[in-house]
Nanobody
Framework: QVQLMESGGGLVTPGGSLRLSCKFS????????MGWYRQAPGKEREFVAT???????NYADSVRDRFTISIDTPKNTLSLQMNTLQPDDTAVYYC???????????WGQGTQVTVSS
């Protein structure tokens, strides 16, 4: 059973930083790719960043150069470091995963990020 548990959201002023974490279950070798998506009120869920395990990272244009995705393998934790946050970054952020040989998406429960003065 795959479990993804996000943490680290909160309220931050414009220009501030936050670090989101996603604790995942099982072995890293089971995972093909992991990433972050977000959903703002009244909008569809959108891609933020993804890491193909051992291969590459990819970012949405709106967050490139401000956000960094990484994996701490010994701690089974996916992270998203978010710098220079803007009000448009306000959303619920979801951890996402794909596993080798499994044709479905896995999602965490989401964590709220609010950027406001």
């Amino acid at each position: 059973q795959v479990q993804l548990m996000e943490s680290g959201g909160g309220l931050v002023t414009p220009g501030g930083s936050l670090r989101l974490s996603c604790k995942f279950s099982g072995s890293i070798f089971s995972y093909k790719a992991m990433g972050w998506y977000r959903q703002a009120p009244g909008k569809e869920r959108e891609f933020v960043a993804t890491i193909t395990i051992g291969v590459s990272t990819n970012y949405a244009d709106s967050v490139r150069d401000r956000f960094t995705i990484s994996i701490d393998t010994p701690k089974n934790t996916l992270s998203l470091q978010m710098n220079t946050l803007q009000p448009d970054d306000t959303a619920v952020y979801y951890c996402h995963a794909n596993l080798w040989g499994v044709q479905r998406d896995y999602w965490g429960q989401g964590t709220q990020v609010t950027v406001s003065s």
